[in-house]
């Protein structure tokens, strides 16, 4: 036996808005058998694959079209127009569990799209939740991933610039002053998530704090990549899994310290799995 001492980071998990959309999925599932959803519930295969267990389907855009006078659930990440076109076109119930924050950022977009701002959008290509965001503006605001996909020189000298919530705050502000060297007036909207941005500072902490950190995440997660480099940056000893069987025992040493945390898409049920075999080594 290695005798490894083992902590889970309680601060770890689902963010409210992941919890409400489980919750609504699961009581909706006491009461009938199967209920759609548009898209994974939740970036965490882990975690969908329970839901599934108990009757979730998971649809894509193509089959929502198909789909008449059924219940759907809308995720947390939010929904473009069109889906509820859909829905009304198709005589489809939408349960909609979109978190808050991601409603409140898509209304200011839409606002500012209405005003015929020129909206540029920090955040990933393709994600569920910019999916939502482009589609409050017919598609036509900017999205890039990084500064270096703009040609600042080309940019229009007045921008609105927002960011899809789960994104670091650091990073947005940074970008906001790069632009703004460039002589540009920004009109900075810091639509991230403050319960997403404050897992870095929590992280840093937690991280240092153990000989080794087991990071619990989905692959498709966005949120888990940038925590996981947190914690790489201030524990080079930081390992990234998606389940327990993603483990080496040779990682290991006798004694050490391990800390387990994950990303706002990380049951806290799966990283206790991770944590018991762990305990058995």
Partial sequence: MLNLQVNIDQNSGFCFGVVYAIEMAEDILQEQSYLYCLGDIVHNDEEVKRLEAKGLKIISYDELATLHNEKVLIRAHGEPPS????????????????????????????????????????????????????????????????????????????LTLYSQTTKSTDKFYEIKQIIENEGIEVNANDTICRQVSNRDKELRHFAQRFDKIIFVAGTKSSNGKVLYNVCKDVNEHTYFISNAEDLDKAWFKENDTIGICGATSTPMWLMENVRDVLMTY
């Fill in 83 to 158: 889906t509820y076109e859909t829905a009304l076109n198709n005589n489809l119930e939408l349960i909609d569990a979109s978190c808050p924050v991601v409603l409140k950022l898509q209304n200011r977009i839409k606002n500012s799209h209405d005003k015929k701002e020129p909206i540029y959008i920090f955040g990933k290509h393709g994600h569920a939740e910019v999916k939502g965001l482009l589609g409050q503006t017919n598609n036509e605001a900017v999205v890039f991933q990084d500064i270096s996909e703009l040609d600042l020189k080309s940019l229009p000298k007045n």
